[in-house]
Protein backbone atom coordinates (compact mmCIF):
# COMPACT_ATOMS: atom_id res chain seq x y z
CA UNK A 1 0.00 0.00 0.00
CA UNK A 2 2.97 2.36 0.90
CA UNK A 3 5.04 1.52 -2.11
CA UNK A 4 2.14 2.36 -4.14
CA UNK A 5 1.00 5.38 -2.88
CA UNK A 6 4.83 6.59 -2.85
CA UNK A 7 4.89 5.48 -6.58
CA UNK A 8 1.56 7.51 -7.70
CA UNK A 9 3.23 10.67 -5.91
CA UNK A 10 6.63 10.45 -7.80
CA UNK A 11 4.29 10.14 -11.00
CA UNK A 12 2.16 13.17 -10.29
CA UNK A 13 5.06 15.64 -9.40
CA UNK A 14 7.40 14.00 -12.74
CA UNK A 15 3.85 14.98 -14.86
CA UNK A 16 4.33 18.83 -13.32
CA UNK A 17 8.23 18.98 -13.89
CA UNK A 18 7.38 17.95 -17.28
CA UNK A 19 4.81 20.67 -17.49
CA UNK A 20 1.64 18.01 -18.20
CA UNK A 21 0.13 20.07 -15.59
CA UNK A 22 0.90 23.64 -16.06
CA UNK A 23 -1.35 25.44 -18.30
CA UNK A 24 -0.07 25.17 -22.29
CA UNK A 25 -0.40 24.27 -25.77
CA UNK A 26 1.51 21.88 -27.85
CA UNK A 27 2.63 23.98 -30.88
CA UNK A 28 4.95 21.84 -33.66
CA UNK A 29 4.92 18.94 -31.25
CA UNK A 30 7.08 20.72 -28.66
CA UNK A 31 4.81 21.38 -25.09
CA UNK A 32 4.47 25.41 -24.42
CA UNK A 33 3.56 27.62 -21.61
CA UNK A 34 0.74 29.73 -21.90
CA UNK A 35 1.37 33.36 -20.29
CA UNK A 36 -1.72 35.75 -20.44
CA UNK A 37 -1.28 39.38 -21.02
CA UNK A 38 -3.98 40.49 -20.64
CA UNK A 39 -7.85 38.98 -20.20
CA UNK A 40 -11.74 40.31 -20.12
CA UNK A 41 -11.26 42.45 -23.54
CA UNK A 42 -14.51 41.39 -26.01
CA UNK A 43 -13.33 39.52 -28.90
CA UNK A 44 -10.08 40.72 -29.46
CA UNK A 45 -9.02 40.74 -33.44
CA UNK A 46 -6.10 42.21 -35.57
CA UNK A 47 -3.48 41.79 -33.53
CA UNK A 48 0.12 43.60 -34.27
CA UNK A 49 2.92 44.03 -32.08
CA UNK A 50 5.10 47.22 -31.64
CA UNK A 51 8.53 45.96 -31.98
CA UNK A 52 10.15 48.97 -30.11
CA UNK A 53 7.54 49.95 -27.26
CA UNK A 54 6.74 46.19 -26.87
CA UNK A 55 2.95 46.74 -27.22
CA UNK A 56 0.50 44.76 -28.76
CA UNK A 57 -2.36 46.53 -30.75
CA UNK A 58 -5.68 44.80 -30.98
CA UNK A 59 -9.09 46.12 -32.00
CA UNK A 60 -11.98 44.63 -30.00
CA UNK A 61 -15.81 45.12 -29.92
CA UNK A 62 -17.49 47.31 -28.40
CA UNK A 63 -21.23 47.09 -29.87
CA UNK A 64 -23.94 45.10 -28.06
CA UNK A 65 -24.79 41.92 -29.12
CA UNK A 66 -25.13 41.93 -32.98
CA UNK A 67 -24.44 45.39 -33.71
CA UNK A 68 -20.32 45.80 -35.12
CA UNK A 69 -19.02 48.62 -33.38
CA UNK A 70 -14.57 48.70 -32.48
CA UNK A 71 -11.97 50.41 -30.95
CA UNK A 72 -8.35 50.41 -30.93
CA UNK A 73 -6.27 49.37 -28.19
CA UNK A 74 -2.56 48.05 -26.68
CA UNK A 75 -1.51 46.73 -23.78
CA UNK A 76 1.91 47.33 -22.69
CA UNK A 77 4.81 44.85 -21.62
CA UNK A 78 4.30 44.10 -17.42
CA UNK A 79 0.40 45.64 -17.77
CA UNK A 80 -2.34 43.44 -18.29
CA UNK A 81 -4.66 46.51 -18.15
CA UNK A 82 -5.27 47.92 -22.05
CA UNK A 83 -5.12 51.57 -23.11
CA UNK A 84 -7.89 52.85 -25.65
CA UNK A 85 -6.76 54.83 -28.75
CA UNK A 86 -10.27 56.60 -28.66
CA UNK A 87 -8.83 59.47 -31.90
CA UNK A 88 -10.07 56.62 -34.46
CA UNK A 89 -13.47 56.55 -35.35
CA UNK A 90 -15.07 52.61 -35.31
CA UNK A 91 -10.98 51.75 -35.30
CA UNK A 92 -10.30 48.19 -36.68
CA UNK A 93 -7.65 47.66 -38.58
CA UNK A 94 -3.79 48.28 -37.54
CA UNK A 95 -0.67 48.07 -39.26
CA UNK A 96 2.60 48.24 -37.85
CA UNK A 97 5.87 49.31 -40.00
CA UNK A 98 8.28 47.96 -37.69
CA UNK A 99 11.24 49.21 -40.04
CA UNK A 100 10.10 53.10 -40.23
CA UNK A 101 8.42 53.24 -36.94
CA UNK A 102 5.06 54.16 -38.22
CA UNK A 103 1.48 52.42 -36.96
CA UNK A 104 -0.93 52.74 -39.41
CA UNK A 105 -5.15 52.52 -38.39
CA UNK A 106 -7.95 52.24 -40.22
CA UNK A 107 -11.03 52.45 -39.36
CA UNK A 108 -14.79 53.22 -41.17
CA UNK A 109 -13.60 56.72 -42.29
CA UNK A 110 -10.06 56.25 -43.46
CA UNK A 111 -6.47 55.39 -42.61
CA UNK A 112 -4.85 57.28 -39.81
CA UNK A 113 -0.81 57.14 -39.67
CA UNK A 114 1.30 58.00 -36.54
CA UNK A 115 5.09 57.90 -35.58
CA UNK A 116 5.95 56.10 -33.11
CA UNK A 117 8.32 58.72 -31.68
CA UNK A 118 5.66 61.01 -31.64
CA UNK A 119 2.70 59.39 -30.31
CA UNK A 120 -1.09 61.28 -30.80
CA UNK A 121 -0.22 62.98 -33.12
CA UNK A 122 -2.31 61.17 -35.34
CA UNK A 123 -2.85 62.14 -39.12
CA UNK A 124 -5.18 61.00 -41.34
CA UNK A 125 -3.80 60.15 -44.88
CA UNK A 126 -6.42 58.23 -46.41
CA UNK A 127 -10.21 59.52 -46.67
CA UNK A 128 -13.57 57.96 -47.82
CA UNK A 129 -12.47 53.65 -47.67
CA UNK A 130 -14.14 51.89 -44.93
CA UNK A 131 -10.67 49.62 -43.89
CA UNK A 132 -11.67 45.49 -43.10
CA UNK A 133 -8.03 44.74 -43.27
CA UNK A 134 -4.45 45.98 -43.85
CA UNK A 135 -1.04 44.73 -44.40
CA UNK A 136 2.85 45.89 -44.94
CA UNK A 137 4.96 44.90 -47.33
CA UNK A 138 7.26 47.62 -47.98
CA UNK A 139 4.38 49.81 -48.55
CA UNK A 140 0.93 49.87 -46.82
CA UNK A 141 -1.49 47.57 -48.74
CA UNK A 142 -5.62 47.67 -47.14
CA UNK A 143 -9.00 45.70 -48.05
CA UNK A 144 -12.26 48.22 -48.30
CA UNK A 145 -15.60 47.51 -47.37
CA UNK A 146 -18.01 46.01 -48.36
CA UNK A 147 -16.28 46.13 -52.12
CA UNK A 148 -13.44 43.91 -50.81
CA UNK A 149 -10.89 45.06 -53.14
CA UNK A 150 -7.19 45.54 -52.76
CA UNK A 151 -5.45 48.91 -52.48
CA UNK A 152 -1.69 49.85 -51.92
CA UNK A 153 -0.58 53.68 -50.52
CA UNK A 154 1.62 55.63 -52.26
CA UNK A 155 3.02 58.44 -50.92
CA UNK A 156 3.46 61.44 -53.31
CA UNK A 157 4.13 65.01 -52.75
CA UNK A 158 0.83 65.90 -52.70
CA UNK A 159 -0.50 63.15 -49.77
CA UNK A 160 -1.17 59.39 -50.20
CA UNK A 161 -2.84 57.89 -53.15
CA UNK A 162 -4.73 54.41 -52.92
CA UNK A 163 -3.97 52.77 -56.18
CA UNK A 164 -6.58 49.74 -56.71
CA UNK A 165 -3.97 46.46 -57.33
CA UNK A 166 -6.32 45.54 -60.63
CA UNK A 167 -3.92 41.77 -60.72
CA UNK A 168 -5.81 40.58 -57.79
CA UNK A 169 -9.37 40.86 -59.54
CA UNK A 170 -11.06 38.31 -56.55
CA UNK A 171 -13.22 40.24 -53.60
CA UNK A 172 -10.89 39.31 -50.96
CA UNK A 173 -10.98 39.06 -47.22
CA UNK A 174 -7.13 38.96 -46.74
CA UNK A 175 -4.23 39.48 -48.35
CA UNK A 176 -0.49 38.67 -47.45
CA UNK A 177 2.89 38.32 -49.02
CA UNK A 178 5.61 36.28 -47.65
CA UNK A 179 9.42 36.54 -47.40
CA UNK A 180 9.86 34.90 -51.01
CA UNK A 181 7.61 37.28 -52.62
CA UNK A 182 4.39 34.60 -52.93
CA UNK A 183 1.22 36.34 -52.17
CA UNK A 184 -2.02 34.29 -50.52
CA UNK A 185 -5.63 35.64 -50.68
CA UNK A 186 -8.64 34.19 -48.80
CA UNK A 187 -12.26 34.63 -50.65
CA UNK A 188 -15.83 32.81 -49.61
CA UNK A 189 -14.30 29.57 -51.86
CA UNK A 190 -10.74 29.52 -49.48
CA UNK A 191 -7.08 30.12 -50.04
CA UNK A 192 -4.96 30.67 -52.59
CA UNK A 193 -1.57 30.92 -53.32
CA UNK A 194 0.58 33.10 -56.04
CA UNK A 195 4.05 32.51 -56.27
CA UNK A 196 6.06 35.43 -57.18
CA UNK A 197 6.41 36.90 -60.39
CA UNK A 198 3.52 34.11 -61.55
CA UNK A 199 -0.66 34.87 -62.00
CA UNK A 200 -1.48 31.48 -61.50
CA UNK A 201 -3.97 31.02 -58.31
CA UNK A 202 -2.89 27.58 -56.64
CA UNK A 203 -6.06 26.28 -54.22
CA UNK A 204 -4.73 25.30 -50.86
CA UNK A 205 -6.32 22.58 -49.32
CA UNK A 206 -7.77 22.42 -45.79
CA UNK A 207 -10.11 24.78 -44.37
CA UNK A 208 -11.87 27.58 -46.13
CA UNK A 209 -12.67 29.80 -43.02
CA UNK A 210 -9.49 31.82 -41.72
CA UNK A 211 -9.59 34.39 -39.45
CA UNK A 212 -6.45 35.83 -39.90
CA UNK A 213 -3.01 35.67 -42.14
CA UNK A 214 0.49 36.55 -40.62
CA UNK A 215 4.20 36.67 -41.88
CA UNK A 216 6.25 35.89 -39.04
CA UNK A 217 9.81 37.30 -38.30
CA UNK A 218 11.67 34.68 -40.67
CA UNK A 219 8.92 35.51 -43.56
CA UNK A 220 6.76 32.86 -43.44
CA UNK A 221 3.40 32.53 -43.69
CA UNK A 222 1.11 31.35 -40.77
CA UNK A 223 -2.96 31.23 -41.05
CA UNK A 224 -5.97 31.00 -38.06
CA UNK A 225 -8.20 28.70 -38.88
CA UNK A 226 -11.27 28.78 -36.33
CA UNK A 227 -9.51 26.40 -33.77
CA UNK A 228 -5.91 26.40 -35.17
CA UNK A 229 -2.84 27.96 -36.65
CA UNK A 230 -1.86 26.26 -39.85
CA UNK A 231 1.28 26.73 -42.50
CA UNK A 232 1.54 25.45 -45.94
CA UNK A 233 3.11 22.13 -46.95
CA UNK A 234 4.49 23.01 -50.44
CA UNK A 235 5.10 19.95 -51.30
CA UNK A 236 1.42 19.26 -51.46
CA UNK A 237 -0.27 22.52 -51.02
CA UNK A 238 -2.11 21.82 -48.01
CA UNK A 239 -2.16 23.13 -44.63
CA UNK A 240 -0.79 21.49 -41.96
CA UNK A 241 -2.13 22.42 -38.55
CA UNK A 242 0.78 23.43 -36.12
CA UNK A 243 -1.18 24.27 -33.00
CA UNK A 244 -4.63 23.37 -31.51
CA UNK A 245 -6.43 26.53 -30.44
CA UNK A 246 -9.93 26.32 -29.50
CA UNK A 247 -11.90 29.81 -31.00
CA UNK A 248 -8.53 31.51 -32.30
CA UNK A 249 -9.27 35.15 -33.09
CA UNK A 250 -5.86 36.84 -34.00
CA UNK A 251 -2.38 36.14 -33.74
CA UNK A 252 1.29 38.14 -34.13
CA UNK A 253 4.91 37.19 -33.51
CA UNK A 254 7.14 39.58 -30.96
CA UNK A 255 10.30 40.88 -31.63
CA UNK A 256 11.61 37.05 -30.87
CA UNK A 257 9.46 35.36 -32.67
CA UNK A 258 7.08 34.43 -29.81
CA UNK A 259 3.57 33.83 -30.89
CA UNK A 260 0.78 35.99 -29.41
CA UNK A 261 -3.12 34.82 -30.03
CA UNK A 262 -6.19 35.87 -28.97
CA UNK A 263 -9.19 33.92 -28.10
CA UNK A 264 -12.99 35.77 -27.44
CA UNK A 265 -11.71 37.43 -24.31
CA UNK A 266 -7.96 37.39 -23.72
CA UNK A 267 -4.80 37.92 -24.94
CA UNK A 268 -1.87 34.85 -24.68
CA UNK A 269 1.38 34.86 -25.24
CA UNK A 270 2.97 31.28 -25.89
CA UNK A 271 6.83 30.14 -24.50
CA UNK A 272 8.81 27.47 -25.50
CA UNK A 273 9.46 24.94 -22.65
CA UNK A 274 7.97 24.13 -19.51
CA UNK A 275 6.40 26.61 -16.48
CA UNK A 276 8.77 27.65 -14.05
C1 LIG B 1 -0.90 59.48 -25.45
O1 LIG B 1 -2.24 59.38 -24.99
C2 LIG B 1 -2.45 58.38 -24.03
C3 LIG B 1 -3.94 58.29 -23.73
O2 LIG B 1 -4.51 59.57 -23.56
C4 LIG B 1 -1.61 58.66 -22.79
O3 LIG B 1 -1.77 57.62 -21.84
C5 LIG B 1 -0.14 58.74 -23.21
O4 LIG B 1 0.65 59.09 -22.09
C6 LIG B 1 0.05 59.76 -24.31
N1 LIG B 1 1.44 59.71 -24.76
C7 LIG B 1 2.21 60.78 -24.87
C8 LIG B 1 3.62 60.54 -25.34
O5 LIG B 1 1.83 61.90 -24.62
C1 LIG C 1 10.54 37.46 -56.64
O1 LIG C 1 11.11 36.93 -57.82
C2 LIG C 1 12.09 37.76 -58.46
C3 LIG C 1 12.52 37.06 -59.71
O2 LIG C 1 11.44 36.62 -60.45
C4 LIG C 1 13.24 37.98 -57.53
O3 LIG C 1 14.16 38.87 -58.11
C5 LIG C 1 12.75 38.57 -56.22
O4 LIG C 1 13.81 38.66 -55.31
C6 LIG C 1 11.65 37.70 -55.63
N1 LIG C 1 11.11 38.36 -54.45
C7 LIG C 1 11.37 37.94 -53.23
C8 LIG C 1 10.82 38.77 -52.13
O5 LIG C 1 12.03 36.94 -53.01
C1 LIG D 1 -12.22 32.89 -55.11
O1 LIG D 1 -11.09 33.06 -55.95
C2 LIG D 1 -10.85 31.98 -56.83
C3 LIG D 1 -9.55 32.24 -57.57
O2 LIG D 1 -9.63 33.36 -58.38
C4 LIG D 1 -12.05 31.79 -57.77
O3 LIG D 1 -11.84 30.68 -58.61
C5 LIG D 1 -13.31 31.60 -56.93
O4 LIG D 1 -14.44 31.55 -57.78
C6 LIG D 1 -13.46 32.74 -55.96
N1 LIG D 1 -14.60 32.51 -55.10
C7 LIG D 1 -15.64 33.32 -55.02
C8 LIG D 1 -16.74 32.95 -54.08
O5 LIG D 1 -15.72 34.36 -55.66
Not at 62 to 68: A, L, V
Not at 149 to 173: D, F, M, N
Not at 205 to 227: L, S, T
Request: proline content about 1%; overall charge neutral; some cysteine.
Amino acid sequence: MNIIIVYFTLFVISSVVNGEKCDGIYLNNKFHRKEVLSKNIDRPYQLSYDKHRHRVYFSYNIGKEEEDRFNIAYIEKGNTEHKVKDNIENGFAIAIDNTNDKIYFGGSLGIYEELIKKENETKKIIEGFNVWDMFIKEKLHFINYPQQRLYKCEHEETGVKAVRQKHIHEKIYQYAIDGHGNSYITNRTGLYMIKNGTSDRIFIKGINNFRCIEVNNDGVVHFCGQHGIYVINKEDYTLEKIAEIRNIFGLTFDHDNNFIYSNPHEIVKVLAGDCK
